[in-house]
């Protein structure tokens, strides 16, 4: 099935991108949706215009759309772009990567119903931990630049997502009811290599902005550097 995936650059949407094309889907584009506020429910906000680093490591085209980041128009907003990519694709389905949002998922659902496409969401109702596993074990390097939660501090901000981090957010999870994949907002992931990636991104500056609460790591330069190909003997 020709694909467009929706593209934040976190962990969710990667993976969605990842299942896709392991299960053979033609995926000819990438949609990120760049929105006008920092406190939207739909879209990611931290560091998103660095998804067109991403896109050129992946190999995939990349479509961006400013939406106000408010409902109802942020919704339509995302109809419009996908009217778009249906007429210059010729999309037949879109991947998401919503795992327990059900605001996210039915407002894409009610969309694609509406223009005739097919939702794949390969982690719907899925345990996130074993989401964030597979994307570990799979290769993906996962770095943290959001952090908005009970028992999470400024460190956390530039810190990888290893199976390290991921205990201790199922600890969060028991002490404070942290959402353990962040859909709640507790916190936000930049991908910076993985299998799907032909290059790996180097984050070259940063740095960290901390209120008290919460906090982001502001991606300021990356470097994207093309990965050695090892021959197989």
Request: charged share 30%.
């Amino acid at each position: 099935m020709k694909l467009a995936s929706l593209f934040s650059g976190g962990k969710d949407s990667m993976m969605a991108l990842y299942k896709a094309l392991r299960e053979g889907h033609d995926v000819v584009v990438l949609l990120s949706m760049i929105s006008g506020r920092d406190d939207s429910y739909m879209y990611h906000v931290p560091n998103i215009n660095l998804t067109t680093y991403q896109a050129e490591a992946i190999g995939i085209p990349l479509v961006s759309k400013a939406t106000s980041g408010k409902p109802p128009a942020e919704n339509k907003d995302l109809e419009d772009a996908l009217i778009e990519l249906k007429n210059n694709f010729k999309i037949q389905g879109v991947a998401v990567g919503a795992v327990h949002s059900n605001y996210q998922y039915k407002i894409v659902d009610e969309i694609c119903k509406k223009l005739n496409l097919t939702v794949f969401a390969p982690y719907w109702q899925h345990d996130h931990g074993e989401l964030i596993e597979e994307a570990i074990d799979s290769g993906f390097e996962i770095v943290m630049v959001g952090a908005a939660a009970y028992g999470m501090d400024d460190s956390w901000l530039g810190r990888k997502l290893d199976r390290e981090a991921l205990l201790e957010l199922k600890k969060l999870n028991r002490k404070f009811s942290v959402d353990v994949g962040g859909e709640g907002g507790e916190y936000e992931t930049f991908v910076t290599d993985g299998p799907v990636f032909s290059k790996r991104i180097k984050i070259i500056k940063s740095r960290r902005v901390w209120d008290g609460k919460r906090g982001e790591l502001v991606i300021e330069e990356v470097e994207l550097i093309d990965k050695k190909i090892k021959n197989k003997k």
